[in-house]
């Protein structure tokens, strides 16, 4: 794990540093891997000693066999997978499971190679460059790159609502009171918590122009700026919002208040549809893992081991991890189960997004949208 862990860390500072213009090469020199080589065949069992000698030995049994087990045989091969993933959230946990317990996709002859991107936007550069097979990203930062780019497909729904919540510092009593302040967000347009923002914003009357939005990271970073008092306020997510909570910072507002808010998918996987017709088998490996892997999230017996992922991963204590495992898949269900694109909640987020002033808004979604690997998987 070390060697992965100091790759993302390299990476979030060259993006940090460099911009997306920087980080793209690194991406490309790091891109999908080929398959790994074969493992050297056992080494033979030790010879046994040597019988005394007034007694010839008896004959040294061969090794036992493996005891049968119920689970399917994994595949002779594995492919190492390329995902682009904005930071370690519960949005990302299927593929955040898939590398923190390998043998869950490995089982599924794939393994996960997590890329950081730091916001949607850069996801979506990330696969629009050819550097990555599929990436987690909004509709709305992915919708202008397929309007450029028809090769480049929604091939997976990955979380249906919005769970944001709308924090302030302690002197903001009501939103009307954000009117002329900063806000902080993961990027000025395209990420899921700048639309949550957005929207909130506007359901308590103030639109864009009535304040400002920084770019200041994804959800650690946010509450970090909180803290440090440079943004007077954010949209975020659990667990870092009982963390917000616990320092002190006021929740003006629930994403779930709002039904235009709750009938949509926020995430969305895409992938190229050049590659994935090409490398079917490994694309289906895939995405065959990541069914079986939000199953898995979405079993009460693996709680324990779910909480134990996010308090490593996402650097959080067992309460804030407790509570996102309840807000995310237990009151909310969050992760899309079988991850397929819905078009109703893609229309009701394109509505959202003509509603906070994004132009860029197609009109027909199916063009954009290839359900057949899902489909293929879940037969």
């Not at 033979?44 to 000693?49: C, D, I, L, Q, S």
């Not at 929207?199 to 639109?207: F, P, R, S």
């Not at 700026?225 to 943004?231: D, L, Q, R, S």
């Amino acid at each position: 794990m070390s060697a992965s862990l100091d790759r993302r860390a390299f990476l979030r500072v060259a993006l940090g540093a460099g911009g997306w213009g920087l980080a793209m090469p690194l991406f490309a020199a790091c891109g999908p891997a080929a398959a790994p080589a074969p493992t050297a065949a056992p080494a033979k069992p030790a010879e046994a000693p040597k019988a005394p000698e007034a007694k010839p030995a008896a004959p040294v049994a061969p090794p036992a066999a493996p005891a049968p087990t119920t689970a399917p045989a994994a595949p002779a091969s594995v492919t190492k997978i390329s995902y682009a993933m904005v930071t370690y959230s519960p949005y990302h946990i299927a593929a955040i499971a898939a590398a923190e317990k390998p043998e869950l996709m490995r089982k599924h002859g794939a393994e996960i190679d997590i890329i950081i991107t730091n916001n949607s936007p850069n996801s979506v550069n990330a696969m629009v460059g050819g550097s990555v097979n599929f990436a987690g990203v909004t509709p709305e930062a992915a919708w202008p790159a397929q309007a450029q780019t028809p090769d480049i497909q929604q091939v997976m729904g990955v979380a249906n609502g919005t769970p944001y919540q709308l924090f302030v510092t302690p002197e903001i009593k009501q939103v009307a009171e954000l009117k002329g302040k900063t806000l902080g967000a993961s990027a000025a347009r395209g990420g899921a918590d700048t639309t949550a923002m957005q929207i909130l914003l506007l359901e308590n009357g103030l639109k864009e122009g009535d304040y400002s939005i920084v770019q200041v990271g994804p959800i650690a970073e946010r509450t970090a700026a909180m803290k440090a008092g440079t943004i007077f306020g954010c949209a975020q997510q659990e667990p870092q919002s009982t963390q917000l909570r616990d320092a002190g910072f006021v929740e003006l507002d629930d994403a779930d208040n709002y039904p235009a808010l709750k009938n949509v998918q926020t995430l969305v996987v895409l992938a190229r549809k050049s590659w994935y017709q090409s490398n079917m088998d490994s694309a289906l490996r895939f995405v065959r893992a990541w069914v079986d892997i939000t199953k898995w999230v979405y079993d009460p017996a693996n709680k324990d081991e779910l909480l134990g992922i996010m308090v490593s991963t996402m650097k959080v204590d067992q309460k804030a991890a407790e509570n996102a495992y309840q807000r995310w898949w237990v009151k909310a269900q969050t992760a899309t189960s079988p991850p397929l694109v819905d078009l109703k909640m893609a229309a009701q987020q394109a509505e959202n997004q003509k509603r906070v002033g994004n132009t860029n808004v197609p009109d027909d979604f199916s063009k954009f949208v290839d359900n057949s690997l899902v489909e293929k998987a879940l037969t």
